[in-house]
Every structure is written in C-alpha cells, then in structure tokens.
C-alpha cells in the first residue's frame, strides 16, 4: 500500500482521486492491481493548482463529446469508437442512478505514450502511486487521466463515470463512488454484471471468509484501506439495488437525490432499516443475489 500517498487523503475533503493500476486493470489498491481506486484529499493540498495549466498536459487534439471535453497528445476522431461509448456512458449513468445530466465539464486527458503519462502523474502528483489513470475532483474541476492502452475503454469508463456522477453528488461515501464506477466501467453490452467480482466474492463464501455488510463499507474512510473484497462487495451491492426489484433501485436513487441536497444525509444502512426489509435480511438477499449471478455463471 502508497502509504505516503495517505497524507493526501482525507474523507472531509472536495478532492477526490481515482486511480487505476498501471499493471492491469482498475486500481484502488496496490496488492489486486485489477482495480479502481477513488480516493479524497483536501484542496488545501493545493495540487489542482499546480497541474491545471502545466504546459506538459496533453493539447494536440482538443474536442467536445457531450459533457466531455477530451485533450489528446494524439490525433483522435470525434467520432472513435471509443468516445461514443463514454459520450453515450453520461446518459446511463444519468438514467440508471436517477440524476439529472449536468453541463459541468469533465476533462479527459489522455496521453498516447506510457512514458508521457507517467512522467506528468510523477511531476504533478508526486505522491501518488503509478497506476494507469486517474480522477481528480477539484474545487474548480472535474479531470480524467489516462494513457492510451489495451483497457483503455475499461479505465475511461470507470474513471468518467467518477466524472459524470461527481458533477452532479459532489460528494457521496468511498464505497459506493467506487461502487457505481465498477458497475459501469464494463462494456454497456454487459449491463454491470462483473464476473470478476462474482467469481472473487463466490471464492470467498466458499472460504468462509466473507459475508455482505454495508455498515463494514460505510465505515471506509480512505482508499488506502480499500481491498479487493472491498470493491467487489461495493460493486455487489450496487448491482443488487440496481438489478433485483424497483424498490431496491429507488433506495439507492433516493439516496443519490438526498445526498446532492444534504451530504449528511441518513446512509444506506440506516435506510434498509427503514424498509420493510430489515439490514440482516437486505445482506442475506446480497448473498443470495451472489449466489445466483455465480450459479448462472457456471452454467454458461
Ligand atoms: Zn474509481
């Protein structure tokens, strides 16, 4: 675990930073690099200041996408594959979680060469661990990191969903920022079921190692705590309000519209216990939801 890199992590703070693993996929941690990572520090750090207009930021090709604002080292078409998926990315993520589409701009800045990429992250963000891109919330604004490599459409999604909802919850827990970037950080085709996740949270019942608890997820305060099961469970329960039954969704929506008006607002877990469902039975419709998507996986 960077464990320098907490000194710039603080859960009170309005800078947030996601960050993916230069080894493979997502990252929020250091020992699964399979993984995003989303972590906040304090704008009394004053980092956003010292990047936003660095002449080593990527400037050949600058073009708009929607809510996007996309700046290229490279040559880069309007109308890539790739930038469709993350323009069409702000519709779903707006439709699926409830919230309204904003106009606040999100930065991707993408940088063609690994080499490029990891010697910006290292000047303006020294502190950092490498890892294959990165969100950064300011007070002032939204911005994307990435360079240009074979996942680069999971990283962007992942990262520009983090883009998408912070401009519309500027601040919502760890968990379930991380949460929603897993559920729409795969191919639109898949509709957020992770198999990775499905088949590392299945080893674990297996093992009797691991059980679904929320009030566990709400009490994460820093990325730095973040492990794998943390992410995958964060995606789980994500998946089960979004995919089980209206009333699970509104739960989660509910809570995403309260938050944008009230970051204090009563957490999720306080809610479940306010529904029909108590919260020990809410974890055990988790599991079970686990077990199915795990089942069905096996019979494919
Ligand atoms: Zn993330």
Not at 219 to 233: F, I, K, R, T
């Amino acid at each position: 675990m960077p464990l320098n890199f907490q000194t710039y992590l603080s859960k009170s703070a309005c800078l947030a930073v996601c960050i993916l693993s230069t080894a493979v996929g997502c990252a929020h941690m250091m020992t699964a690099p399979n993984w995003n990572a989303v972590a906040h520090y304090s704008p009394a750090d004053g980092i956003a200041a010292a990047w936003d207009h660095a002449a080593d930021l990527p400037s050949r090709t600058e073009l708009t996408a929607g809510q996007l604002i996309i700046h290229a080292d490279f040559p880069l078409a309007g109308q890539h594959r790739l930038v469709r998926d993350l323009e069409a990315l702000r519709t779903d993520v707006s439709q699926e979680l409830g919230l309204p589409i904003s106009d606040e701009p999100v930065h991707v800045y993408l940088f063609e060469k690994p080499d490029r990429y990891q010697a910006f992250a290292a000047s303006h963000f020294p502190a950092f661990p490498a890892r294959r891109a990165f969100f950064v919330e300011s007070d002032t604004k939204l911005s994307v990191f990435a360079h240009w490599q074979d996942r680069v459409a999971e990283d962007l999604r992942h990262e520009t969903t983090h883009g998408y909802v912070h401009a519309v919850v500027p601040t919502l827990p760890l968990w379930l920022d991380e949460g929603i970037a897993e559920f729409f950080e795969l191919p639109r085709v898949e509709q957020g079921l992770h198999r990775e996740h499905i088949a590392h949270l299945s080893g674990r019942l297996l093992e009797g190692t691991w059980s679904p608890n929320i009030e566990r997820l709400e009490s994460l305060e820093s990325a730095a705590e973040l492990s794998q099961d943390h992410y995958a469970e964060a995606w789980c329960w994500v998946h089960w309000m979004l995919r089980t039954s209206p009333q699970h969704r509104s739960l989660l929506q509910d809570y995403l519209t309260d938050l944008r008006r009230n970051r204090k607002t009563a957490p999720l877990s306080v809610r479940f216990r306010q529904t029909d469902e108590s919260l020990a039975e809410s974890s055990s419709a988790v599991r079970v939801h686990l077990e199915k998507m795990a089942s069905n996986a096996d019979n494919r």
